[in-house]
T-cell receptor
Framework: DAKTTQPNSMESNEEEPVHLPCNHSTISGTDYIHWYRQLPSQGPEYVIHGLTSNVNNRMASLAIAEDRKSSTLILHRATLRDAAVYYCILRGYQGGSEKLVFGKGTKLTVNP | GAVVSQHPSRVICKSGTSVKIECRSLDFQATTMFWYRQFPKQSLMLMATSNEGSKATYEQGVEKDKFLINHASLTLSTLTVTSAHPEDSSFYIC????????????FGQGTRLTVV
């Protein structure tokens, strides 16, 4: 079962920042928080990941709550190419083996 | 960066036939690979985890005799849909996680299977 909860959809305007939230209240101490995005008819694409500290890369920033029960993916200036379904995933071990289980994700629409 | 190549990208087959989908890690060794199925407008559903040199682990409700998974080498995992039916039509995606948790997982491009 997915261990993350995200809004079904969000909308943004081009060149404006976007904050995509994710709740993961049952996160364990060793779970990493990963974000991927998927365009139609394509495999998911890696965006960013982190454990406890906030992370930045060329695509986005990841803000992780102090208690790690939630996180926010930040796209600083949305472009039309950022329109996709964004998935927040906890990467860790379940019962001794690793699983990568997807939740329902957030469909981001970017308006020109 | 590391790449996972999935083949074919799309396939059409007749009911009752079998279809094999290949997933290759191109520049790293993958002891584990994940197989997903995705129906239109839905999320990815984990079907099974393939493990190099041992039997795959299937998720609850996934028929292991229908979806045969083989992980014969550190760079290749295959999913064979046996005796395909129209309800098996879907988008199938493989993934190879980085060797440690603090790395990204890599995904194939996906295979669009249509059973007619």
């Amino acid at each position: 079962d997915a261990k993350t909860t995200q809004p079904n959809s969000m909308e943004s305007n081009e060149e404006e920042p976007v904050h995509l939230p994710c709740n993961h209240s049952t996160i364990s101490g060793t779970d990493y928080i990963h974000w991927y995005r998927q365009l139609p008819s394509q495999g998911p694409e890696y965006v960013i990941h982190g454990l406890t500290s906030n992370v930045n890369n060329r695509m986005a920033s990841l803000a992780i709550a102090e208690d790690r029960k939630s996180s926010t993916l930040i796209l600083h200036r949305a472009t039309l190419r950022d329109a996709a379904v964004y998935y927040c995933i906890l990467r860790g071990y379940q019962g001794g083996s690793e699983k990568l289980v997807f939740g329902k994700g957030t469909k981001l629409t970017v308006n020109p | 960066g590391a790449v996972v190549s999935q083949h074919p990208s799309r396939v059409i087959c007749k009911s009752g036939t079998s279809v094999k989908i290949e997933c290759r890690s191109l520049d790293f060794q993958a002891t584990t690979m994940f197989w997903y199925r995705q129906f239109p407008k839905q999320s990815l559903m984990l079907m099974a985890t393939s493990n190099e040199g041992s039997k795959a682990t299937y998720e609850q409700g996934v028929e292991k005799d229908k979806f045969l998974i083989n992980h014969a080498s550190l760079t290749l995992s295959t999913l064979t849909v046996t005796s395909a039916h129209p309800e098996d039509s879907s988008f199938y995606i493989c993934s190879a996680p980085g060797q440690i948790m603090n790395t990204e997982a890599f995904f194939g491009q996906g295979t669009r299977l249509t059973v007619v």
